[in-house]
T-cell receptor, first 109, second 110 residues
Framework: GQNIDQPTEMTATEGAIVQINCTYQ??????LFWYQQHAGEAPTFLSY????GLEEKGRFSSFLSRSKGYSYLLLKELQMKDSASYLCAPNNAGNMLTFGGGTRLMVKP | DSGVTQTPKHLITATGQRVTLRCSPR?????VYWYQQSLDQGLQFLIQ???????AKGNILERFSAQQFPDLHSELNLSSLELGDSALYFCASSTNNEQFFGPGTRLTVL
């Protein structure tokens, strides 16, 4: 089975840095995705980690430790438009994504 | 724009009715996935098709069924609708690992 744990809500200030953690237990593992979802809209792809380590993409970075079943998403220079839900999704061997409940991030001025 | 299209955008119907949601994947993608997202809930995987054949099944109710046609578009059929079926239904498509999501169909059951 799959078990994904991430904080339900986080609040941060515009211009700051925030780290959203995700721990997972999955049968079979083929990488981990992070998606961003604004309320009522479709999830959009942010990052994909297959190997351990940090992947940096502009203001967003994602880290993976497969042995620890742990990932985090790091958002730098926060902007108001970053207020959204961030979904951690391990990909199992069958290319099936299991989504966590998501972390709702609120960015305040 | 992800390249995945879904119709209709909104659907309002009554309990006991049957509806069909439609999805066209990105050009070249063979896999189609269906997800349900209830209010303030996470995305629940329903079913996956690959090149016309069912590949994986999640927590899909027996009242729900899906198929993928030769042109690779897919339909999700929801029958004997209940109030609790009100949700956003997303379709996603992929070629490798990354899934691209359509805009969703918002179903309201009254």
């Amino acid at each position: 089975g799959q078990n994904i744990d991430q904080p339900t809500e986080m609040t941060a200030t515009e211009g700051a840095i925030v780290q959203i953690n995700c721990t997972y237990q999955t049968s079979g593992f083929n990488g981990l995705f992070w998606y961003q979802q604004h309320a009522g809209e479709a999830p959009t792809f942010l990052s994909y980690n297959v190997l351990d380590g940090l992947e940096e993409k502009g203001r967003f970075s994602s880290f993976l430790s497969r042995s620890k079943g742990y990932s985090y998403l790091l958002l730098k220079e926060l902007q108001m438009k970053d207020s959204a839900s961030y979904l951690c999704a391990p990909n199992n061997a069958g290319n099936m994504l299991t989504f966590g409940g998501g972390t709702r991030l609120m960015v305040k001025p | 724009d992800s390249g995945v299209t879904q119709t209709p955008k909104h659907l309002i119907t009554a309990t006991g009715q049957r509806v069909t949601l439609r999805c066209s994947p990105r050009s070249g993608d063979l896999s189609v996935y269906w997800y349900q997202q209830s209010l303030d809930q996470g995305l629940q995987f329903l079913i996956q098709y690959y090149n016309g054949e069912e590949r994986a099944k999640g927590n899909i109710l027996e009242r729900f069924s899906a198929q993928q046609f030769p042109d690779l578009h897919s339909e999700l059929n929801l029958s004997s609708l209940e109030l609790g079926d009100s949700a956003l239904y997303f379709c996603a498509s992929s070629t490798n690992n990354e899934q691209f999501f359509g805009p969703g169909t918002r179903l309201t059951v009254l």
